[in-house]
């Protein structure tokens, strides 16, 4: 297809006034030509000369494909005036801002929004202000019901994550209300969380928290509260809906927030125009090597391409570009982009089994479609030791998180494993994983971590999906996250299971408290028995005719 570049003007300040007169500032970029070209905006929490670094092609990049780039300080950052209150004003705020740049000179009209993490959360709750100048989005890696799929999740406290980004948060408070002391305590806290007090989740620093960051509000707010609602974008479906703009979803399999981007999807695609894209990623970089592994050169973001031809067909009428729909899911087994013409679903259980050994051995407990005649159908039997709970290792949760082989977390004796026999054929793992399972204990609550891993013929383990939950003895469902990877013959998948995830979570007290209420003094040694014969681990899983990619 043939494109038309643009020479690029030098960018310059403006601002704009709200609705309630808070000023704020953006830079902006425009091509040259009288044009009119449509608007991309990115409204930034961290300052608008970060601008697009971390993830995106410079505005510049963006300009001369023939766009005017805004990139705006949102309220009470960066220049711009007001008190920043994490998502309070992004909604009405947002809004405003587009409709501001709907009428920049030069401008068609139309404005396309663009951005990830905060900058994509706050993109959908604008869209729930019928904006009629709003026509497409591409928000990446966000939060669509922000308790249940950022500040927590599956019930459990997202402590080492929440505890990180508010100190990030809070130190950029404390610098622009001139607290140097301030600003400098948090830095330092950021570069050595401690998780070690009497009470990890009040942390040494919280009385910082408390003062410039909502993480005392995230964590002490009950689900069901209003609060939740007026800052996440799930709240806001019908008005997002009847506004419709073209939506364009961005995750990584390795990355903490893609629950919401795929929640977002699924709630969106039956009433806007939608695609989503996840490739192998963190939350950034997006690149080819993740953790310990080299996903080759199709795993190199190509995102800026594939939002310049989505914003084409929405905000200029290209009509050389089609737009597509469904979902494009790299494959982390043969290192390819797989389309899909809606989001895979789970189609099979596999059964836990073995001879009540899993946690002592990895070779005890399996994983199949059926169980074998010999199998002792018993329990499993589990213990956590408070003195030292398990931890996260790559995945989703770890650091450095991705494919980091964790064959040798596996094979703690407070880890439960399960693995398939090896794989004669190739098969394609593709959609949500979800764990049913039975447990029961003499504790009222108990947490546990599941992860999935791909296991290669020299023994490596490397995470696909996993999931979190604080739960209560009985049946339960974990969810997990979703995947995609062939299989390729020789290979197997694990079922990793623990009681604990410290620091990602606190560590469950069992005392039916909420675990991060608990102090040191709190925790109790508990052990959890699983049931065999209730428990499936769902797969969307298939046998495929050929090696997709693999060479």
Known sequence: MSRSYFPVLAPRTEAMTTRDGTRLVADIWQPEGAGPFPVLMMRQAYGRHIGTSLCYAPPEWYAAHGYIVVIQDVRGRGDSGGTFDLFEN???????????AADLPGS????????FSFQGTNQLLAAGQHCPALRALAPAMLGWNLREDWAYENGAFALRANIGWATQLAAETARLAGDDDAQATLFAASRALDFSGPRPAWPRHEALLARYS??????????GDSYWDRISPSACLEDIAATAPATLLIGG????HLPGTLSAYHALAPHVPARIIIGPWT???????????DFGPEAVTNIDQQQIAWFDHWLKDDPAVTPLSGASLFDMGANCWQEFPSFPSENKAFSLYGSGRSAISMADGGLGETVPPDSVIATESVTLDTWRPAGPCGGTFGLPGGPVDRAQTDARSDTLTFTTEAFATPHLLAGAVRLEA???????SYDLHAVLSRVTEKGAAYPLAEGYATLEPGHMTVPMRATCCTLQPGERLRLSLSPACFPCFPVNPGTGAQPWEASLADQNIMTLRLSRANSRLHLPMQPVASDPGKE
């Open 90 to 100: 992004e909604a009405t705020d947002g809004a405003d801002a587009v409709t501001w």
């Open 283 to 293: 939350h950034f970089p997006w690149d080819r090597r993740i953790g310990s592994l």
């Open 214 to 223: 909502h993480y005392a509000r995230w964590r002490d707010t009950p689900p």
């Open 108 to 115: 068609n009209g139309r404005v396309g929004m663009f951005g």
């Open 253 to 256: 399999w390795f990355d903490s």
């Open 438 to 444: 039975e447990i029961a204990t003499s504790m009222l």
